[in-house]
């Protein structure tokens, strides 16, 4: 490994040039350089675990229709940022929250905004996939029936967020029986269907693919292509060719350990269009990140 | 594509600020309204009985209420040592029996059955329904195991307990195996795939996690049984005593024997010092459920 | 990097080993014994149905062969069962409407609202119910619930002994075996499934009910099971609060004695040991021990065939 | 009975049966323990016919009742080879009482058995006399496996069936049917003379007449005989070989015996008469031999 | 998506090759054909899930110091075969083995084999973290301790596991404390070290970078290739860039459906060398796979 990154720089990029023109690049080349329309930004966002100070001072902007991947090393808080957006942040003790999140310009963690609706527009999609102790049907139909959602066919929607999640052709026979017989890629992607049926306005996902095939992933990547026409998405992976390949912006974060106490606080490093971030990054810390993928 | 036409919803600020949460709605707030009223209606009944009973014992919260053994002679200062100190005995010796074998019990059936098993779903059946037969019965049947090892004296340290561990078994066996039941099976695998035996397994990582659970289950069980009279009166034990007990093989007294037969006493003194002997009884009851959350709370994880 | 090598290198390098180990052969005894001691500890509990069964079979054998069986399960006489049986399922009944709403009700909040605080407060405050011993809710249903409540506030037309009281009273009584299990079961939900749920947009009140609720049901099933069979088995209330006397009623307003009144009853009683009257004991308790069986083998059944795994 | 035997003796005695008899024996026990402590007595109650069994099984060495010895029980005794002596200690006025308000103060005998005989239809008070109020009768008294009740049954109104009218509302306790009784107009029970006299302020205890007049139930009628039928004997039964080869039996029962008149007062009972104590004393000198 | 395979074929090779020789290439060309000295094999495996057959006739053999990847879509059964080679499938209920599985030579589903004799030479990692309740430190000494192994310093033994699983630096400050604290690719490693601590002979690994950043991917990578020197690696990935970057052999299997029932029963298709599966797929259900993964 301590040969790689210099192996890294003199490899050809045109995979990955490639792919960004093939895939995302349709409209990067003219994106201006912040989203001019946010759906979402986080101002000076603060957060604390009791008395760790987990992520540090993190201003962000969510473009409209764009995806935004967040990408950095373990434990720099892409997950507690995340969480952060949608308020789930709420459900866990001993977390609270400084600075503002706005969504459509009005701050989520103001009085009188309940985060419950807030949720019903911000969906959310988690790393370890989390099924209902339920039947396959009655999982999606969750979240419809709960946010009284008015639909004319249950069964229809159903089926359009399997097949929106590539599972539609594996479950579509055993519908009634429970999500906890499906593997574990199987269960995720059942946790991305689910989202997709309440259909929400933003949707964060929390490294969905990472426990999904190949396959079954550039499935999940498509459909967040198509979905971006609609919908903003706010993904967090480790998979920077991932990153590369579906996002428009990308937020690189890493964590900074504190001289006398050794906590690890996680910030913002850089920001910017994923083609620039990757190709020409004005931050060392995100180049020397990127090149050490491929070590 | 299908998806294409799951088309997102029209968004503008005012929809997430409407000033009305949704966990406030009507429905949400009746709900809220009778689990508050759930959970207050068994305090309040707690509370009206605690009040109601320490009205009618108000007399008798003296010294000797649990200082002096029981008198007929000077009813308004009859004392109920032998039954504090009987029952203290009783729980001891109970718990003793009871808890090593109900967490054993419990432990078999979860981790080391085969559930398929038709003798091992016997045994399940088998433990729900002891839980329901009537406490005297049990009272009957230590009578019997004391015949069975040899002991013609049965108004004892050991045939009380015997009766009582009897009594509170299946409880404990029943939530020890929920709390075991709930430790996810991802530590399990974990510590087996290091080359633990199940043993190991069940006793450094299924037990610990359990504790909370089963500390629960053995609580609710000596709860149960110290306010136990019944069995013990059939068992023997003397509802009389004036000494203390000094070794398994002594005669004792409980409390709630003691308590239920001044209840059903013509004499008012007798009566209120059965009131005030209930609250000294409801105080130890509190100082078991006080270690109870003591090992609750040093205990508790979440995952 | 190089810490990485260095680590390596410390490692157990070498250590691994290339023959074939011994795979077998190692004997555990302590494993095998462990074993053998949980096992007996589990068998214990037959052993005690069975003492339970033989100590009621042979004077069971001795009251059938002087009373007929008509003679036992009919609607009167001295030695009829029928107005214990409908007795204790009146009562049983009126307890378990009391205790399962309340129970799981308290159980709810405990779980899904309460702060950890409030939890470690309220929780035990509500076993504390279930430790009050039975005699002292007897006296509390016969001086409190039956004239002040029943008589006075609701005005209803009750005897002085009643069914309607002691099962009231009863129904508190298991409201904390019910509630406490109920709790338990439904924090060891994990936390990824009401996060899933809240993330859909639901509601706290819907996550308990449609997320925690159904998959914590098995262990919910098992409070009530076991709230039942305390209620069904349970005495004292019951003895001093419903009456001392059989009488077949559909009546909750009137006093009716019960199956477990009746074996208190004549156990403390006068008559002499091995009597028909005495030996009618075991037959209305070995009858008790037939119906919570079958109890339990259809509670059983429900739980096994609706529980989720997670 | 020797005086002197009681005074050095130690060790331990086991008393068990009726629960009406335990207030006796547990103030024997406590009046012994001022002058010997080293006698150690467990009193239990786990009613007369739990008693004998264990008696006669050798578990204990004294027992309570509320009734003589019935014939299974002696049977029981005679297998084990238990020989013993009866020992009556107390006097018991059943008492009838009725709402305090109530315009009745005396019944007959007759119509005792009429009010309270098995398959009575007696409802009202003017069904058993025409000059009694027009009031309804509610009915309280112990349940069907108390002694008092088989008094009642077998000896007042010997019936055949051995039972009483079964239409009333039935307790063990008699707390209870005191409460019951002083708190329904019209009501009337049947429990121990002792629970009328604590609560005498609130209950209304009925003469009885027997063809000798109405005879208020009291101390006086009951020693006399003159209070009958409802004055039932209270016996313990005595395991003959315990009290000769166990000191502290003999100690405890010596000083149960001789001290009768205070133990019987302190549990609340009528004494016995100079006859019936003397028949007792006679009995204990008995066991000896 | 229906574009992508195609602009795969005609996308350059090199990056990949690339990899191949500057990491696990070392003695790649002169790899025999088979592993000539199996530390394991499967023979004829098969299992069944109650009715469900999960995995049919599955033939593997492991060669010492060897890396295995298997590799294959979502539910083919990986995780499955992975289970039988230390016995962790005897602790599923309703799991049945057909078929053998020798470990130098001796079937471990032979009666007189003490699973558990099996698991201390075969340890594994699971793919959801899965740390015990307790502190950092226990959770290392856990399995020194439980299998009774020699331990001079306990102390030693706990950093170095930690620092063979790249972890010791963020968590030397609190190995007193819970590693439920952790970030979930912290807890990851943290189950990593914790199996290298027993120091098995053969380790079997169930997507253990799936929570993991690149940096510490990569680390653990080098870890595999350090480690391969002395014991038997056999992982399932997701992830074939990283089965090309760290195995020497690769198995790819794949579900095949049962036209009346649905079932998706898992199937070997291809065993061979990493080199020769990625490069020179013989079965055309390989080179589909392959390809669709730079969809
Ligand atoms: N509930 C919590 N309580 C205390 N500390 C927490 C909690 N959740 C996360 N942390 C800490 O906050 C920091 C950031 O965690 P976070 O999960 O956001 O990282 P991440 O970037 O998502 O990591 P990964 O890629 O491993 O998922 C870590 O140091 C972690 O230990
Ligand atoms: N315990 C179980 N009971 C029943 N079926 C199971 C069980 N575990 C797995 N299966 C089924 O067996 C098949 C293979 O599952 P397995 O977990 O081995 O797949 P996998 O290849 O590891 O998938 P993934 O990549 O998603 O982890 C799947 O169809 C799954 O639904
Ligand atoms: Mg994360
Ligand atoms: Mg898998
Ligand atoms: O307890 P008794 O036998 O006197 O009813």
Redesign the pocket.
């Known amino acids: 490994m301590a040969t790689t990154p210099a192996t890294f720089s003199t490899r050809p990029k045109d995979p990955q040039e490639d792919l960004m023109t093939s895939v995302a690049g349709e409209d990067q080349g003219t994106l201006p350089e912040l989203p001019p329309e946010p759906v979402m930004e986080a101002n000076k966002l603060n957060v604390f675990y009791g008395d760790f100070h987990a992520v540090h001072d993190v201003d962000l902007r969510f473009g409209k229709n764009e995806i935004t991947a967040l990408i950095g090393p373990s434990g720099c808080g892409k997950s507690t940022v995340l969480r952060c957006l949608n308020r789930m942040n709420d459900l866990v003790a001993g977390a609270r929250v400084e600075g503002e999140v706005t969504y459509h310009g009005k701050n989520i963690y103001d009085r009188g905004v309940d985060p419950i609706a807030v949720r019903t527009h911000i969906g959310m999609v988690f790393q370890k996939p989390n099924p209902f102790p339920k039947s396959i049907f009655d999982n999606i139909a969750y979240g419809p029936r709960v946010t009284g959602m008015k639909v004319d066919s249950m069964d229809d929607l159903v089926e359009q967020a399997l097949r929106g999640a590539a599972l539609w052709d594996e479950v579509k026979d055993k519908l009634k029986q429970s999500a906890y017989g499906l593997s574990g890629g199987q269960q995720q992607r059942l946790c991305i269907a689910r989202t997709i049926a309440t259909r929400p306005d933003v949707i964060l996902m929390d490294e969905p693919c990472s426990a999904l095939d190949p396959i079954a992933t550039s499935r999940i990547e498509d459909l967040m292509m198509e979905l971006r026409s609609d919908y903003t998405i706010i993904i967090v992976t480790h998979n920077m060719q991932q990153a590369a390949r579906v996002s428009d912006r990308t937020a690189f974060f890493t964590a900074k350990a504190d001289e006398t106490t050794g906590n690890r606080t996680g910030l913002l490093v850089e920001f910017d269009r994923t083609k620039t971030l990757f190709s020409n990054p004005s931050d060392r810390r995100t180049e020397d990140y990127i090149s050490g993928r491929f070590g | 594509m299908s998806v294409a036409s799951t088309t997102a919803r029209e968004v503008t600020a005012s929809v997430v600020a409407t000033g009305r949460s949704r966990d406030r709605t009507p429905r949400s707030l009746i709900f809220l309204a009778l689990l508050w009223f759930s959970l207050f209606f068994g305090v309040m009944v707690l509370v009206a009985l605690i009040v109601d009973t320490a009205i009618q014992g108000a007399g008798r919260f003296d010294a000797a209420l649990i200082t002096d053994y029981s008198s007929r002679v000077r009813p308004e200062t009859t004392g109920f040592r032998a039954g504090i100190i009987g029952s203290l005995w009783l729980m001891a010796f109970t718990a003793l029996m009871a808890v090593p074998l109900g967490i054993a019990a419990a432990l078999y059936l979860e981790e080391f059955a085969d559930k398929d098993r038709w003798y091992n779903r016997l045994i399940e059946l088998n433990l729900q329904n002891l839980a329901a037969v009537p406490s005297i019965i049990y009272g009957l049947l230590a009578v019997a195991v004391m015949a069975l090892i040899g002991f013609q004296q049965t108004g004892i340290v050991l045939g009380g307990a015997i009766a009582l561990a009897l009594l509170i078994l299946p409880v404990i066996i029943i939530t020890t195996r929920e709390a075991v039941r709930s430790v996810p099976q991802d530590i399990r695998q974990g510590s087996l795939a290091l080359g633990a035996t199940v043993w190991q397994t069940t006793w450094r990582q299924t037990l610990p996690s359990a504790v909370p659970g089963i500390a629960t289950g053995t609580i609710l069980g000596l709860s149960r049984a110290i306010g136990e009279a019944a069995p013990l009166i059939v068992v023997g034990l003397a509802g009389s005593l004036l000494f203390s007990p000094t070794g398994v093989l002594s005669p004792i007294t409980a409390l709630p024997m003691q308590i239920y037969s001044l209840t059903s006493q013509s004499q008012a003194e007798l009566r209120e010092a059965a009131s005030a002997a209930i609250i000294v009884l409801l105080v130890m009851i509190l100082g078991l459920n006080a270690l109870a959350i003591f090992i609750r709370n040093k205990f508790q994880r979440s995952w | 990097m190089s810490s990485i090598s260095t680590a390596a290198a410390g490692s157990p390098s070498g250590t691994g080993p290339s023959a074939a180990p011994n795979l077998g052969g190692r004997s555990r005894p302590g494993e095998r014994v462990i074993e053998t001691v949980l096992m007996l500890s589990a068998m214990l509990s037959v052993v005690i149905t069975i003492g339970i069964l033989i100590a009621l079979i042979e004077p069971v054998l001795h009251f059938f062969g002087q009373v007929p069986f008509g003679e036992f399960f009919a609607t009167g006489g001295r030695f009829a069962v029928l107005p214990l049986v409908a007795g204790t399922l009146m009562v049983t009944v009126i307890a378990l409407l009391v205790a399962i709403p309340l129970g799981l009700g308290a159980a709810m909040y405990l779980s899904e609202y309460a702060s950890r605080r409030a939890r470690k407060l309220l929780k035990p405050t509500v076993e504390l119910l279930a430790g009050v011993p039975s005699v002292v809710y007897g006296f509390f249903a016969l001086t409190f619930v039956t004239p002040t409540l029943l008589q006075g506030i609701l005005d209803l037309d009750v005897n002085f002994t009643n069914a309607l009281s002691a099962g009231l009273v009863l129904g508190v009584m298991i409201i904390p075996t019910i509630a406490s299990l109920a709790e338990d079961a439904m924090s060891a939900v994990p936390q990824a499934m009401r996060q899933g749920s809240f993330a859909m947009g639901a509601n706290r009140m819907q996550t308990t009910l449609r997320v925690v609720f159904p998959a914590a049901l098995s262990g919910i099933a098992a409070a009530i099971v076991l709230g039942l069979s305390r209620a069904v088995g349970e005495t004292m209330i019951v003895a001093l609060a419903s009456g001392a006397q059989k009488n077949l009623s559909a009546d909750p307003r009137e006093g009716m004695q019960l199956m477990t009144g009746f074996i208190a009853q004549t156990a ?3 008559n002499p040991v091995g009597s028909v009257e005495y030996n009618a004991l075991f037959a209305v308790g070995l009858l008790l021990f037939v119906m919570t069986l079958v109890i339990n083998i259809v509670s059983i059944a429900l739980v096994r065939r609706y529980r989720q795994v997670y | 009975g020797d005086d002197d035997g009681s005074s050095g003796a130690s060790g331990n005695v086991v008393v068990d049966g ?4 335990f207030p006796m024996s547990s103030a024997a026990q406590e009046l012994l323990n001022e002058e010997n402590p080293d006698v150690k007595v467990a009193v239990s ?1 786990a ?3 739990g008693g004998f069994e264990r008696f006669c099984n050798e578990e204990t060495d004294i027992s309570d009742a ?1 009734r003589p010895i019935e014939d299974d029980e002696v049977a029981a005794c005679e297998e084990k080879g238990i020989e013993y002596t009866e020992l009556q200690v107390a006097t018991d006025a059943l008492t009838v009482v009725v709402h305090p308000d109530l315009a009745v103060d005396c019944l007959t005998t007759g119509q005792l058995i009429q009010l309270w005989e098995p398959g009575s239809d007696v409802t009202n008070w003017n069904q058993l006399d025409p000059s009694f109020p027009d009031q309804e009768v509610a009915l309280f008294g112990p349940g069907t496996d ?3 009740y088989d008094y009642m049954a077998n000896d007042v109104i010997g019936s055949e069936e051995e039972a009483t009218r079964d239409d009333y509302e039935a307790s063990e306790d008699d707390n209870v049917l005191v409460q019951g009784v002083a708190g329904t107009e019209g009501a009337t029970g049947y429990f121990g003379y002792t629970y009328y006299e604590e609560n005498a302020d609130s209950l209304k205890a009925l003469a009885i007449d027997n063809g000798n007049g109405c005879i208020e139930p009291s101390a006086e009628t009951a020693q006399a005989g003159e209070y009958t039928p409802l004055a039932r004997p209270l016996f313990i039964y005595v395991n003959n070989a315990k009290y000769n080869d166990n000191p502290a039996v003999a100690a405890y029962v010596d000083f149960y015996i001789e001290n009768l008149a205070e133990i019987a007062e302190v549990g609340q009972f009528i004494p016995l008469s100079d006859d019936l104590y003397a028949e007792t004393q006679s009995n204990l000198e008995g066991i000896a031999s």
Chains 1, 5 share one sequence.
């Open positions: 403390g009683g006068e | 009726s629960s009406t008899v109650e009613g007369t016919g509320s108390s002694g008092t």
